[in-house]
């Protein structure tokens, strides 16, 4: 079993930053798969993104060159750096993971694929 419990989450301006952390109450962090999603009201939850054991990464398009998935080992940590943060970015945050491996990154990003789940923590841009 894993526990997850998210934090970091607050309302900040368009183009402000946020940083959000997960930590993991498991002895296995380093060989669990880690992801970050995002629910806005009246949409489906989508990956944002996601590292395996190994450190690969994938981001959702969204994304990419504005958020940075981070995983700490020795402090069973994961980190989601946010930059340039937009309205359309405003949603709960959710911390999932996985002990199931793969090594195929398409499918850190698919909720169905992760067992555990956080709690999450709210962000929001305003414009």
């Known amino acids: 079993q894993v526990q997850l419990a998210e934090s970091g989450g607050g309302s900040v301006q368009n183009g402000g930053s946020l940083t959000l952390s997960c930590a993991a109450s498991?002895?296995?962090?380093?060989?669990?798969?880690m992801a970050w999603f995002r629910q806005a009201p009246g949409k489906e939850r989508e990956g944002v993104a996601g590292v395996t054991r190994d450190g690969l990464t994938n981001y959702a398009d969204s994304v990419k060159g504005r958020f940075t998935i981070s995983r700490d080992n020795s402090k069973n940590n994961l980190d989601l750096r946010m930059k340039s943060l937009k309205p359309e970015d405003t949603a709960m945050y959710y911390c999932?993971?996985?002990?199931?491996?793969?090594?195929?990154?398409?499918?850190?990003?698919?909720?169905?694929?992760?067992?555990?789940w956080g709690k999450g923590t709210q962000v929001t841009v305003s414009s």
């Open positions: 498991t002895s296995n962090f380093r060989y669990l798969r």
């Open positions: 999932a993971a996985e002990n199931v491996q793969t090594s195929n990154t398409i499918l850190l990003l698919r909720p169905q694929q992760y067992r555990y």
